[in-house]
């Protein structure tokens, strides 16, 4: 069955510090790739996506992810934690040839909390 | 996302109530989505539909409808409500012009079944 992992159900990162948050997917064939991220009272906003091509994507916020197609994983990065980044973030995968439904397959999410 | 709007925020019911959410986009996307969040599991698709004629059902459609009214409308009705379809209800839209555009969410609704 296809499906994705966040192995982590909170992140806690000190502010300045350099913060990562995982995923692995279960897909066969090449998938888009989606980070998504949700604030307390507000939908998902999109951060960053990978299509294809350099396996380091940036996006917005100062957000970038490493596409690693070996270990199955990308993972969500930042260099430098901000207190504003605390929020959920979901992974989510589009399985290839999959036009036909729309699917997109979330991952469990994430939450970052950055403390001062 | 701004464009995306969704009515009504909040709402509390009784079980065997009918209920609609309703959601608009003015971003002129063709594709519209209802998407139900639930903690710990995350985003699961309801409904989807890729033009106004055409609807399809996702992994866990039962107990819910949709309508798509217009290109900009898409809403989701809970026939008969029942307690454990309390969560938080999500709209999304993308164009569908490429498979790997990301899609845009609403605010959500909130809903509590009694």
């Known amino acids: 069955a296809q499906s994705v992992a966040q192995p982590e159900d909170q992140v806690n990162v000190a502010e300045g510090n350099p913060l990562t948050v995982k995923c692995t997917y279960s897909v066969s064939g090449n998938p888009y790739l989606f980070w998504y991220v949700q604030y307390p009272n507000r939908g998902l906003q999109f951060l960053l996506k990978y299509i294809t091509g350099d396996n380091l994507v940036k996006g917005s916020y100062g957000f970038e992810a490493e596409f690693n197609k070996s270990q199955t994983s990308f993972h969500l990065k930042k260099p430098s934690a901000l207190v504003s980044d605390s929020a959920l973030y979901f992974c989510?995968?589009?399985?290839?040839?999959?036009?036909?439904?729309?699917?997109?397959?979330f991952g469990q999410g994430t939450t970052l909390q950055v403390k001062p | 996302d701004a464009d995306v709007t969704q009515t009504p925020r909040n709402r509390i019911t009784k079980t065997g109530k009918r209920i609609m959410l309703e959601c608009s986009q003015t971003k002129g996307h063709d594709r519209m989505y209802w998407y139900r969040q639930d903690p710990g599991l995350g985003l699961q698709l309801i409904y989807y539909?890729?033009?106004?004629?055409?609807?399809n059902k996702g992994e866990i459609s039962d107990g819910y409808s949709v309508s798509r009214q217009a290109q900009a409308k898409f809403s989701l009705s809970l026939e008969s409500a029942i307690p454990n379809q309390t969560a938080l209800y999500f709209c999304?839209?993308?164009?569908?012009?490429?498979?790997?555009?990301?899609?845009?969410f609403g605010p959500g609704t909130r809903l509590t079944v009694l």
């Open positions: 999304a839209t993308s164009d569908g012009t490429s498979e790997y555009n990301e899609q845009f």
């Open positions: 989510a995968v589009r399985p290839p040839f999959s036009s036909n439904t729309g699917k997109l397959i």
């Open positions: 539909s890729f033009d106004v004629k055409d609807i």
